[in-house]
């Protein structure tokens, strides 16, 4: 197994997409780069229970406490790492086919007056369009330290 430095990662979050490497683009280097260095940089979560009390909840500690615990028969113990937040965007991005639905679903004629109706399809849409460049956007607190 190869360690590849924080320096080498660092480098490699700089890399340029004119400097493809058999078949893996720039854009997926620095990705892959940005997301190790953020995973070295990742602080554990310790924590602790007791092991016979049915039901208890996981209780946060210090490693020192948890390397005290450890030891004591009567507690559990476990050390969780942080995941990289992942996006949730609706799977489908055309716009006019979720309005569609949407209009034939909650559309009533009756409750509209006819300025609102010529409004409702662009407010619907900058809607969608906004919410969804926000899901979309990256996340810029990965916690990488410089």
Not at 44 to 57: A, I, K, N, T
Request: charged share 25%.
């Amino acid at each position: 197994m190869t360690t590849i430095t924080r320096e080498r990662l660092e480098w490699l979050t700089q890399i340029s997409s004119r400097d493809e490497i058999d078949d893996i683009g720039g854009d997926e280097i620095r990705e892959l780069a940005r997301i190790a260095l953020a995973a070295m940089d990742a602080e554990p979560v310790y924590q602790w229970r007791e092991r016979y009390d049915e039901g208890s909840l996981w209780d946060d500690c210090t490693k020192a406490q948890h390397d005290g615990f450890a030891k004591n028969l009567e507690c559990e113990t476990r050390v969780l790492y942080t995941a990289p937040p992942a996006p949730v965007v609706d799977a489908d991005d055309n716009f006019y086919s979720w309005f569609g639905i949407e209009w034939e679903q909650y559309y009533q004629p009756n409750n509209y007056s006819s300025s609102a109706k010529k409004h409702l399809g662009a407010i619907a849409e900058s809607a969608w369009f906004a919410c969804r460049a926000a899901m979309l956007q990256p996340q810029l607190t990965l916690g990488v330290k410089k």
